[in-house]
């Protein structure tokens, strides 16, 4: 079992949302919901998936902004957390939620097509 990277994702996933919507002042940056992060076993990668609504558009400019900010990230995460060594951080964008519309939307039109019984 994993206790501890788990453990410590959901720790970053706090903390990094915290930051996103305190500490990020940045007016192009969309409305960003993180999803999941994962960590690997040996607790230096850190993979924050993140979901933004918004157009195209901007979901691409945010995702960029936030992987240009990646010292950043780590910066605030080495002051906050006790670990040997402060994980590198990546953004990555999380299409489950367009994966869910989607699917809801041909089980509607699957509906709409079967005869009443």
């Known amino acids: 079992?994993?206790?501890?990277?788990?453990?410590?994702?959901?720790?970053?996933?706090?903390?990094?949302?915290?930051?996103?919507?305190?500490?990020?002042?940045?007016?192009?940056l969309g409305f960003v919901t993180i999803t999941e992060v994962k960590v690997s076993p040996d607790l230096c990668h850190a993979r924050v998936f993140i979901s933004v609504f918004g157009s195209p558009q901007e979901q691409k400019d945010t995702l960029e902004i936030l992987n240009n900010e990646k010292s950043f990230?780590?910066?605030?995460?080495?002051?906050?957390?006790?670990?040997?060594?402060?994980?590198?951080?990546?953004?990555?964008?999380?299409?489950?939620?367009?994966?869910?519309?989607?699917?809801?939307?041909l089980m509607e039109e699957i509906k709409k097509e079967l005869p009443e019984a």
């Open 1 to 28: 079992m994993q206790y501890r990277p788990n453990r410590l994702a959901q720790e970053l996933k706090n903390e990094i949302s915290a930051i996103i919507s305190r500490e990020m002042p940045h007016h192009r």
């Open 73 to 105: 990230f780590r910066q605030l995460i080495g002051q906050r957390f006790r670990l040997r060594h402060t994980p590198e951080v990546s953004f990555v964008y999380d299409e489950t939620i367009e994966h869910g519309d989607r699917m809801l939307q």
